[in-house]
Structures are given as C-alpha cells and as structure tokens.
C-alpha cells in the first residue's frame, strides 16, 4: 500500500497575501517541512513587495527568495503577446494569464536550486490559474510532487483564514472589510469580487486603480508616439527606454486619461463564468499601435493569418500551456512576420480611448501613387474589368446553370430572399 507523500521541502509562490500567509503555516503543521518562498516581482509595486521577505520569515518559512522577473516578463511573455494580437474573447488582454507561466518558471528554478520534493500554490480549485501553474509544472518538472492547499484544507472563507493567522500571531494586511481580490502586474491590475459578482450591477468607481473616470480626463487629450523594432517597443515620443521604463510611462499617460478599463464576463477554462474588472492602459495603447503598425507592414494574406493566429495564441496564454511545442512554433511564425513592424505609431489618448492618428515605417506597403484617386501613371483602371471577371467566375457560372433550369432557379432564388423568421 503506497504511503501518504510527505515532502521535505516546498517550494511556495508566495505574494504575501491572505492566501499565501495561511498556506505557510499550513505546510509546516501539516507535514512537517520546510517551505522556499518565492516572490516573483512581476511589476505589482513596491508597496506590494514592502517587507514581503520579513513577513515570510515570521509566517514561518524557512527561505524567502525574491526575484526580479519584469524585464523577463515583458520580452520573453507580454510583448510577444501583443505581438501576435492575442485577446481572450474580444476583449481580456491576458494581464494575469500571462504572468503565472514566468512565475511558475521562476518557482521551478528556485525548487530545483534549494533541492525540494515538491511545489505548492494558493490557487482555489475553482479558477484557472491552478491549470495555469500546474502545467508549467508539469512541463518544468514533472518529477516534483504538487501540493494545492485550497483542494485540501478546511479553511474555506475569509473570515476563518483572518481567524487562523490571528490564532499563529501571523500578520497580514488583508481583512474582512476588503471586499475585491486583485492581482497586479506590470502589465495589468484586475479587481474581481464584491459588487462585481452581480453582473447587473456597474462596476462601483473605487474598484479602478490605475485609472481616472473618463469623462475626468483632460479635455484636451494628448499624443504619444510609439517607436518598434520587429514588432517589439523601442522609444517613447523619439526617447530610448528599457523595457520596463517603457511600459511604466506608457502606463501613466494612459491611466491620467482613463485608458485601458474593461468589465467582462468570461468564461473559465474550468467552466464556469466570472465577471472582472480590468485595467491594462499602457497594453491598450501598446495593442493600438502595433495594429496601426501592421496596417501599413503586412500584406493581406499575412494579416489574415496574423488574426487568426491571435485566437490560437490566446487560448494558449489564457490556458496556461505556454511551455509546449505548439506555441513555440506559433510564436516562431508570428516572431518572423514581426520582423517587418519597424516604425513609428502615432496613438491619441482622449477620456479612456485610444487611437492611431499617424503612422510611418520604412517597410511600409502603402503606396500614395497606388492608392490616390487622381491620375497616375503606374495603374492602368482598365485592366480592373478582366480582374473583376475572373473574380465574380463562380457567381456567373451558378446564375448560367440557374437559368437553363427555371426550377432551381426559383428555388434558390427564393432561398436568398428570404426573411428569418422571429420569435416574439
């Protein structure tokens, strides 16, 4: 009979909230291990991170490791999402999705490094990310035990976790007044919870966090220039910046004019729906420019195959299989028909909207001596009417068999005229 597994040694994704503060102490009492804390700075802020490493210690971790992954996070996840123009369901922009892979990265490199037996995370079994860092797990390490408190314990509502770290003299900011449970990163902030579950109701305006009301936004608006190289951001408004200096200030310009709120009902990789309020303002505009870019760089076939390999791709983040061989190879295609994306996007902010209002780059395909309507001498007009032939060939040969056959004729005739019916 095989024994219960009992680990040594627990590396813990640890973000030092109510969950996580709970999930230490419970490891040790349970098993008797140790447990690695892994901070995984993603951009959530310092005054998330502040003290994080003490709290750990004094929640009773053996070992608090934090890392720095925004850089990371950014060039290898976010950028070549956008990229590829993912969005789950016409509007997410997988701002959490696409952080648990490099965090669940992150865990596995510090459980290898201190020798555990096993990983452990603080997602609910009711929500995606539980798959989301399982099967980077599964990829990363798949010899490595798991461990999901939230499909184990008995502690099954806010007031009880509060109740079981005053008990252990654990501290935490969280209490039962804080009605939204968020997840911030440097691409996004997404509030879920509270009034947001009644689907009827308006996001209430102390939900939002990066971003202003619209309609307080400057009247005047403002412009931001978006330089990019192969399809990856290079400048601000002619400024080289780093990745993550970048992002920030995009960031900042598109939160003072309310850019980048989205109130959505989704549905769950595990099958059920949820509503959640999101802010990405510096992924909006990053997402407008880089399509106002395209417009100019990709043939059509190329732009077609680009859409349809967003909704690809975008099942791929927001089920968390990033580290397959299937998306490798649909970033490969994107990453080389990115090549083309070097240039310069005009975007205007105006009260939470964002929009391309100029665009330029050398590999443009647009052609003013094409496209004008007054006179030119590289298209000659007449030679439209043997295109249009050859093109509308299938339509003229169902219309020559109709009409040597009444009978069909008027049968598919009647087909295309007619009405649906509606129920009333």
């Known amino acids: 009979m095989n024994q219960p597994f009992k680990p040594r040694r627990v590396s813990l994704a640890y973000s030092g909230g109510l969950d996580t503060s709970c999930i230490i102490p419970w490891l040790v009492e349970t098993y008797g291990c140790e447990v690695i804390a892994v901070v995984a700075d993603v951009g959530q802020g310092a005054r998330e991170l502040e003290g994080i490493q003490e709290k750990a210690i004094r929640s009773g971790a053996t070992k608090c490791v934090i890392k720095d992954l925004r850089k990371a996070f950014l060039e290898e996840f976010a950028y070549p999402m956008a990229i590829t123009g993912s969005v789950y369901e016409g509007r997410y922009l997988l701002g959490t999705s696409i952080a648990r892979p ?61 109740d079981y770290l005053k008990v252990r003299s654990i501290p935490c900011a969280a209490s039962a007044e804080k009605i939204y449970s968020r997840d911030a990163n440097i691409w996004h902030i997404s ?51 780093d990745s993550v200096t970048l992002l920030e200030n995009l960031n900042r310009a598109g939160g003072a004019h309310g850019i980048g709120r989205i109130d959505l009902v989704e549905n769950r990789l595990v099958g059920m729906k949820s509503r959640g309020a999101y802010e990405t303002p510096g992924g909006t505009i990053l997402m407008e420019a880089l399509r106002g870019l395209e417009q100019l760089c990709y043939d059509r ?33 994107a990453q ?42 590289v298209y000659d007009q007449t030679h439209a009417e043997g295109f249009i032939r050859l093109f509308s060939l299938p339509a003229r040969i169902r219309a020559l068999r109709d009409a040597a056959n009444p009978q069909t004729a008027q049968k598919n005739a009647a087909a295309r005229t007619s009405s649906p019916q509606v129920t009333r």
């Open 102 to 162: 490099i965090i669940a990265r992150a865990q596995v490199e510090v459980a290898l490094a201190e020798d555990c037996d096993a990983l452990s995370h603080g997602c609910t079994g009711k929500g995606n990310d539980q798959v989301r860092f399982e099967c980077t797990f599964a990829a990363l390490a798949p010899h490595l035990q798991v461990i999901a408190p939230w499909r184990l314990w008995d502690l099954k509502s806010r007031e009880q976790m509060l």
């Open 191 to 241: 509030h879920e919870g509270g009034d947001l579950e009644d689907p009827w109701k308006a996001p209430p305006e102390d939900v939002w966090m990066l971003t202003c009301d619209p309609k307080l936004a400057p009247d005047a608006g403002a412009e931001i220039t978006v330089s990019f190289r192969s399809g990856f951001p290079t400048a601000l408004d002619g400024v080289p910046m």
């Open 301 to 333: 076939d190329t732009m077609q195959w680009r859409q349809k390999l967003a909704l690809d791709f975008a099942r791929i983040v927001y089920e968390g299989t990033w580290f397959t061989p299937v998306r490798e190879v649909l970033w490969a295609s």
């Open 336 to 377: 080389n028909a990115a090549q083309v994306l070097d240039g310069d996007v005009r975007v205007r902010l105006f009260k939470g909207t964002a929009k391309v209002s100029g665009r330029r780059s050398p590999n443009s395909l647009y052609s003013q001596d094409f496209a004008t309507f007054g006179a030119d001498d």
